[in-house]
């Protein structure tokens, strides 16, 4: 499977800052997705980015899909309590499915 | 609800016992996925069946085998248990033979003492 690395590993934010995590790849990936993981719960789907240099937004969440279609950020504006969770991407060959480690984000009141 | 089933949610048991982890996938979806999550880690990629078939391999043990049966539910056997296999277990389903969207069910906490 195609390998991503994802930073940083946890993230701790004042509520209202904003907030990024990266998903870098030394190979071309086909395609990369995004989860999110609340506390005690399980991995939810946000959105996947096929094309290079893709951009989509959900309300206050910017994804980006590099040019070269090695790396990719989810970006969130203005950080709410509820954003609080783990972040993973993944990507993968048709084989396999790749998680990133996530990125644990805190957001304090 | 994401539409993915799994039980138990729950189960202890000893080093050297064996479990049985069950997944039924969303109504429709014919891709079933296996991950291994443990305290404070990423998703590891255990294993993927398609329509019954085998499909894909990640890091799974020899002592750790999966199944996908007709009516589409999966099931996870754990063998020889150690205290390393202590972890949340997640199933996922999709609908295609590709990578996709994939849905997570609640997973099965497995502990072992």
């Known amino acids: 499977g195609q390998q991503v690395m994802q930073i940083p590993q946890y993230q701790h934010v004042q509520e209202g800052e904003d907030f990024t995590t990266y998903c870098n790849s030394s190979?071309?990936?086909?395609?990369i997705q995004w989860y999110k993981q609340r506390p005690g719960g399980h991995p939810v789907f946000l959105i996947q980015?096929?094309?290079?240099?893709e951009v989509k937004k959900q309300k206050r969440l910017t994804f980006q899909f590099g040019e070269a279609k090695k790396n990719s950020s989810l970006h969130i504006t203005a950080t709410q309590t509820t954003d609080v969770g783990t972040y993973f991407c993944?990507?993968?060959?048709?084989?396999?499915?790749?998680f990133g480690s996530g990125t644990q984000l805190t957001v304090l009141p | 609800d994401s539409g993915v089933t799994q039980t138990p949610k729950h189960l202890i048991t000893a080093t050297g016992q064996r479990v049985t982890l069950r997944c039924s996938p969303r109504?429709?979806?014919?891709?079933v996925y296996w991950y291994q999550q443990s305290l404070d880690q990423g998703l590891q990629f255990l294993i993927q069946?398609?329509?019954?078939?085998?499909?894909a391999k990640g890091n799974i043990l020899e002592r750790f085998s999966a199944q996908q049966f007709p009516d589409l539910h999966s099931e996870l056997n754990l063998s020889s248990l150690e205290l390393g296999d202590s972890a949340l277990y997640f199933c996922?389903?999709?609908?295609?033979?590709?990578?996709?969207?994939?849905?997570f069910g609640s997973g099965t906490q497995l502990s072992v003492l």
């Open positions: 996922a389903s999709s609908g295609g033979y590709t990578n996709e969207k994939l849905f």
């Open positions: 190979t071309t990936l086909s395609n």
């Open positions: 980015l096929v094309k290079s240099g």
């Open positions: 993944s990507s993968g060959s048709a084989r396999q499915l790749t």
């Open positions: 109504s429709g979806d014919l891709s």
């Open positions: 069946y398609y329509n019954g078939e085998e499909r």
